[in-house]
C-alpha cells in the first residue's frame, strides 16, 4: 500500500459568486493517488449556519491526479452554494495526499491562494 | 471525541489598513469543528511593542465552521488594531481546525494569501 | 548527516499556458539542500488523463538551494506540458527540504501562491 | 518552557527587486515567542550558486512577536541580495514558532505569497 492519509480538512472554504476578466473564479481539491489501485474520494461539507452537506464522491484512477472544482460536486441533486463561507473534509478509501487552491477573480486581475489540507493521522 | 487540536498558532498576522475595490481588505480565521458539541475558541493576540490582548471570545457549534473576521473580535472592549504586525494563538475547549487567509485590496486589485495554522501538539 | 526528507508531493501542479506584462508565468520547486554533499533530486510527474512522466532528474550541491523552473525539467526528450493539471512526487538521494510556489501572470498582474510541499516520512 | 521549534526551514526565499504603486516589495519572517523570555533568533541564508551567508541574529522579546524583514538583516556589514533565489534556515535559542510572507509589487498590483515554515524536530 502506498503512504499518505486516509482523511484530510480544508477550513477555508469559499466558491466566489463573481468572475471578470478571462478566469472564471474557482476552488480546486488536488488529489493526488499513488496506489496502483483506484480510490473514491468522499466530499464532505461544512457550514456556518446549516446542517452538513455529505457524500458527494469521486473516483481518482491509481497513478494518476484528479484537480476537483469543488462547485462540479454534488451529493442527492445538492451542491455547494457560491458566495458562501464553508469548510471541508476529505476522506478517501485508500491512502492520498490532498492540496486546495483557489482563484479568485472577483476583481479585474485574479488573485491565488493554495494550502495543503490538514492531514488527519489514523 | 473528534480528531483535531486544542491550540494552533498564526505568527503573521495583520489587518491592511486601506481597501479600494470591490472588496474589502480582512483577515479570517477559519475555525471546522467536528464534534457534535459546541466548542469556544479563544484568540490570544501577541504585539511587537506592547502587552498582549487575551481571551477573546467566540463559540463554534457542533458540526459547523466559522470564518472568523479579525477585525470582529473584542476583549473588554479592546480590538486588534489595524496596519500593525502581530500574531496569534488560538485555543479550543473542544479540538479543530484551524486556517488563515488574508485578503488584501489595499491596492486596485486584491491579493490572496492562506496558510493552515500550526497545531501544537499536546 | 542532516535532517529532511527523501520525499516530498505537490498535489497541485499547473504551468499557465499564458503570460503578460513584465514576469513571464512558472512554477518553481525549491530545494535546500543543508547535507554537505551533492543530492540527486527526482521529479516524477502524474497526471488525469494520461501515462505518468517519470524521471526527471536534478544535482543539487551540498549547502546550497535549487529553484527548479518546472518547466525546464526533462526525461527521455519529455517535458511537462503547459495548461495541463498534473500532481508530482519529488524524491531525493538524501534529505532536502522542498517548497512549491507559482507565479501566475495570465492576466495583465502577477498572483502568486506558494505551499510547503507534503513531506513523506520514512 | 513555552511549546515550540528551535529549527525552522523556508526554502523559496526571494526578494523582488522592484516595486510599484503604493506598497514596496518585501518578504517577512514572521516569528511568535510565546516564552516569558527574548530569544535571539539566527538566519541563515543559502544559495544557488555561492557560499551560505550565515548568523545574522535578531533578538525577539518574550511573550512579543517579530516581523523580520529580510532587507534589514545582516551580517559581517553582508545583506541578501535582491533578485537572487536563496533559502533560509531559522535558529532560534529558545521554541518559537514561524511563517514566511512575500509581498510582490513589481507589476501595478500587489502579490501575496505565504507559508508556514517547515519545522525541524529536535
Chains 1, 2, 3, 4 share one sequence.
Not at 44 to 68: A, C, Q, W, Y
Not at 103 to 111: I, K, P, R, V, Y
Not at 112 to 121: D, E, G, I, N
Request: aromatic residues 6%; negative net charge.
Amino acid at each position: 500500500m502506498s503512504k499518505g492519509e486516509l482523511q484530510w480538512i480544508i477550513p477555508d472554504g469559499y466558491i466566489p459568486p463573481d468572475s471578470s476578466g478571462q478566469l472564471e473564479s474557482h476552488e480546486s481539491i488536488c488529489v493526488l493517488n499513488l496506489n496502483p489501485e483506484e480510490v473514491v474520494v468522499t466530499v464532505n461539507v461544512f457550514f456556518e449556519d446549516r446542517e452538513p452537506l455529505l457524500g458527494m464522491k469521486t473516483p481518482v484512477s491509481g497513478r494518476r491526479t484528479k484537480h476537483i472544482r469543488t462547485a462540479s460536486l454534488q451529493a442527492e441533486g445538492r451542491q455547494i452554494p457560491k458566495g458562501v463561507p464553508y469548510a471541508m473534509e476529505v476522506a478517501s478509501s485508500g491512502p492520498v495526499y490532498v492540496q486546495y487552491s483557489r482563484l479568485d477573480s472577483t476583481q479585474a486581475e485574479n488573485a491565488l491562494m493554495s494550502v495543503m489540507a490538514y492531514p488527519v493521522k489514523a
